[in-house]
């Protein structure tokens, strides 16, 4: 039977690339975001390719609307396959002058909704054999100079999710964590940016297309595997926090002085 697939943040970006990757392989794919126009846009193009897509506009980080886009899609197709974790924003501003009503906010959407969304999805996605994805980031792992609100959000979605995999093991349900480095989606420009100044960009920098990091996660999940870095850079930098912390701190004041701290 085909698979049902629910993916957040559904209307832009590496979410709205999943959305194709997924029905081109015959998925059905429920998807969720809060502007209903794009997401109902993006629906009708997977349609229109020959694909099966639900669209349930809704907020992540209100009850009632987690509730119902898992409602929706038992309602609509009876069972859930896979839980793609998808929908976030950033926050970039020195520790210092963190906003802490706008770190609450950050973490009701990058932290507490994949959770709870989690926890409703687990009876149907035990029922399958089914995965439960967590979109992170490189900066779950690494956090640079004026990235301290949105890294420390993804560093909360790693635990939470190594915590689940372990949990979720006995019930069949398997817990993917991706790691994209830079993306080309307009995540930039969703982001609440006071000062993005790092003082460093690495040396080749080069964004990903959101196509090639949704092929990547859909083999993911085909392949049953529990962690996905989509480039070398991400490769580089994560081998590099685990194995040199002393001249990643180096590294870290380094880029902080060069951007005037
Ligand atoms: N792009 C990158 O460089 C990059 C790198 C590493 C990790 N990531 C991660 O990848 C994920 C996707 O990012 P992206 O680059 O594809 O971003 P994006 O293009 O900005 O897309 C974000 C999506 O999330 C939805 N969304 C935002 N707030 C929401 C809410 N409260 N409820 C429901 N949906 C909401 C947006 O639609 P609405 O605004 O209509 O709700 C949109 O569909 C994020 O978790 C991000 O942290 C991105």
Not at 149 to 172: C, Q, V
Not at 190 to 209: E, I, L, M
Not at 224 to 252: C, I, N, Q, Y
Request: proline letters at 6%; hydrophobic letters at 45%; one cysteine or more.
């Amino acid at each position: 039977m085909a698979p049902v697939v629910v993916i957040t943040g559904a209307s832009s970006g590496i979410g709205r690339s999943l959305a194709f990757s997924w029905a081109k392989r015959g998925a059905r794919v429920v998807l969720s975001a809060r502007g209903r126009d794009a997401l109902e846009g993006v629906a009708s193009e997977v349609r229109a390719a020959g694909g099966d897509a639900l669209a349930v506009a809704g907020d992540v980080t209100v009850e009632e609307d987690r509730k119902a886009l898992c409602e929706r899609a038992l309602g609509a197709y009876g069972r859930l396959d896979v839980l793609v974790n998808n929908a976030g924003r950033g926050y970039y501003t020195p520790s210092i002058e963190i906003d802490p009503a706008e770190l609450e906010a950050l973490y009701r959407l990058n932290v507490v909704a994949p959770v709870r969304l989690a926890q409703l999805a687990i009876e149907p996605l035990a029922a399958t054999k089914g995965t439960l994805v967590m979109v992170s980031s490189i900066a779950g792992l690494v956090a640079a100079p004026r990235m301290g609100p949105y890294a420390s959000s993804k560093f909360a979605l790693e635990a939470l999710a190594m915590s689940l995999r372990a949990e979720l093991s006995s019930r069949g349900v398997r817990v993917l964590v991706v790691r994209p480095g830079p993306v080309e989606t307009p995540f930039h420009a969703n982001a609440v940016v006071t000062d993005d100044n790092v003082g460093y960009r690495p040396p080749g920098h080069k964004k990903q297309s959101p196509d090639e990091v949704a092929e990547m996660i859909v083999c993911a999940v085909d392949a049953g595997r529990d962690v996905l870095e989509t480039s070398l850079f991400v490769k580089t930098a994560s081998l590099a926090a685990r194995v040199a912390p002393g001249p990643m701190r180096w590294l870290s004041r380094r880029m902080a002085r060069r951007s005037g701290f």
